[in-house]
């Protein structure tokens, strides 16, 4: 890691160097098409180093962007900005297929299998579900992740059948921009009444307890307020001792709000509210829970005798991240955990799992079963033997091809809150809430004439956060005046790992 930093630091100087050059006395760029092509190469280079070294995309952005006019027809520069909206944080990951085929029609014949694959992977965020089984199909010749293809079909094939019959009388409404950001924002929890909102962040601002720029990269809880009844109060964090400097995230909470699951540092913790938005110190659950493996989800029935939770327990596990039980004895002691088997868990991952008010309903999110890409929403309903039917998907437009995970339902079974990272959010992943609407009860709008609403930032009227592509000039200013930031940032990300963060979801 040391060796990068130091070859991006010289990569820097070197860039600033050639910047100084070709700037005149009116600080207006020469035409770089009369001079020597080395500042758009070294451009190229730091974003390189940026993108597929230190991995950040949004980073490399500005420089792949400052070097696009003079070299855009070439097909190297092309994938390159279609693979960085694809890894992308704050930009549509739908964005790169310009840039895509645009590489693709260069090439011609001589396309790489890699090439169809981010295309077709592009096409399949887009919900062009047809197009996109056309070119997973002609990425399979030549490609060493063919099983990785023939999955990504058979999501397409249950999108399309997902998109052509969405789920009825369903509104779903983005949070809007205060209470989320250009970052991460999940796993929400709300009380029974949805006045509180709790919920994990990695927003880019200084914290009250440590004010340092690298702790944007911490995952804490904030908490907001409901104003009214579609307005939320400025979030805020949770004071110490719940969030601290690592790792803290939101996992569930109690029917009557009195308790809290948190995730810390691979491991599940409980605490519990003294007034207001004032918690405990968070205490670990015990080893029947807790693993020397990674437990990253979890939630109580009603009665808070038996708890669900996830696991990647590779002594046990179907797949990667599987669902698991454990029921309290007479003494109050947590029982041996059990996987909850092959009905509900699959070879990939299960995650945010959650429960209906009467036990009998499991809602979780997986990469298996009939998902129609990346995680959806399933539920599970429970028969008086205790046996699991077969999870259904949620459909659309709950579910998309993005990431749709950590769905709780409230206690009246009429409203929901979970995460996506679908198009029309405002950063990596957004907080939205889910109306089911009653057929059969009177409502103050004829909503008899809805099949569904999905409001999202754009329908919501609230200001887009611009795209942003850079161009040389642009560039070559940011870069003069510093990148002390960017480098301690980096630094601190190399060192985080996994396990650390709840927030494994790519």
């Known amino acids: 890691m040391k060796k990068i930093l130091i070859l991006f630091t010289l990569l820097i100087s070197s860039f600033l160097l050639q910047a100084q050059n070709i700037v005149d006395s009116t600080n207006h760029v020469v035409d770089l098409g009369q001079k ?30 400052g070097a696009y006019d003079y070299i855009s027809e070439e097909p190297g520069i092309n994938k390159k900005i279609g693979e960085c909206y694809l890894a992308s944080i704050t930009e549509e990951k739908s964005d790169g297929i310009t840039y895509l085929k645009k590489a693709l029609a260069i090439e011609g014949d001589t396309a790489s299998s890699d090439l169809y694959f981010n295309i ?36 397409c094939i249950f999108g399309k059948e997902f998109y052509s019959s969405p789920k009825q009388h369903v509104i779903i409404k983005n949070l809007g921009p205060l209470v989320n950001s250009k970052y991460a924002d999940f796993c929400p929890l709300v009380d029974a009444v949805e006045d509180d909102l709790y919920f994990t962040t990695r927003r880019h601002e200084f914290r009250t307890d440590n004010p340092d ?17 579609s307005h939320w109060s400025s979030p805020v964090p949770l004071p110490n001792p719940v969030n601290h ?22 491991d599940l913790y409980i605490s519990y509210s003294q007034q207001d938005t004032i918690w405990s110190k968070p205490k670990k659950l015990p080893n029947q829970i807790n693993s020397i ?22 002594f046990s596990t179907i797949g990667g991240l599987d669902i698991y039980m454990s029921i309290k004895d007479r003494n109050g002691k947590w029982g041996t955990a059990r996987n909850l088997g092959a009905m509900i868990n699959t070879p990939y991952d299960e995650e945010g799992v959650a429960l209906s008010r009467d036990g009998n309903t499991l809602y979780f999110s997986s990469r298996g079963h009939d998902t129609m ?53 405002y950063g990596e992943k957004d907080i939205y809430r889910i109306s089911i609407l009653d057929e059969d009860k009177p409502l103050s709008l004829d909503r008899k004439e809805i099949d569904f609403l999905l409001l999202n930032k754009d329908s919501l009227q609230h200001k887009k956060h611009p795209t942003h592509v850079d161009h040389l000039k642009e560039v070559k200013q940011q870069t003069l005046d510093a990148t002390t930031d960017l480098l301690k940032t980096l630094m601190l990300h190399a060192q985080l790992s996994s396990k650390d963060s709840v927030n494994q979801i790519e």
């Open 36 to 65: 020597d092509m080395s500042l758009v190469r070294a451009l190229v280079r730091l974003g390189d180093s940026l993108f597929y070294q230190l991995h950040q995309p949004d980073e490399a952005f500005k420089y792949y962007f």
């Open 120 to 155: 077709a992977t592009t096409l399949h965020y887009n919900a062009l579900f047809d197009e996109a089984t056309e070119y997973y199909e002609k990425s399979i010749k030549g490609s060493d992740k063919v099983e990785v293809i023939e999955k990504r079909i058979k999501e």
């Open 213 to 229: 720029i690298q702790t944007h990269l911490w995952e804490n809880i904030y908490h907001s307020h409901r104003k009214d009844y």
């Open 245 to 266: 400097d690592h790792h803290t995230a939101t996992v569930s909470i109690s029917m009557d709000g009195s308790e809290m699951i948190l995730f810390r540092s691979g």
């Open 293 to 314: 493996f990674v437990e990253t989800s979890a939630c109580l029935n009603y009665q808070m005798d038996t708890l669900y939770f996830v696991s990647n327990d590779e």
């Open 373 to 425: 890409g990346g995680y959806d929403v399933f539920k599970s309903t429970k028969d008086f033997q205790g046996n699991w039917s077969t999870p259904e998907n949620l459909g659309y437009p709950i579910n998309s091809p993005y990431d749709d995970v950590y769905f709780m339902i409230r206690s009246n079974g009429r409203h929901a809150y979970y995460s996506s990272s679908r198009q029309g959010g």
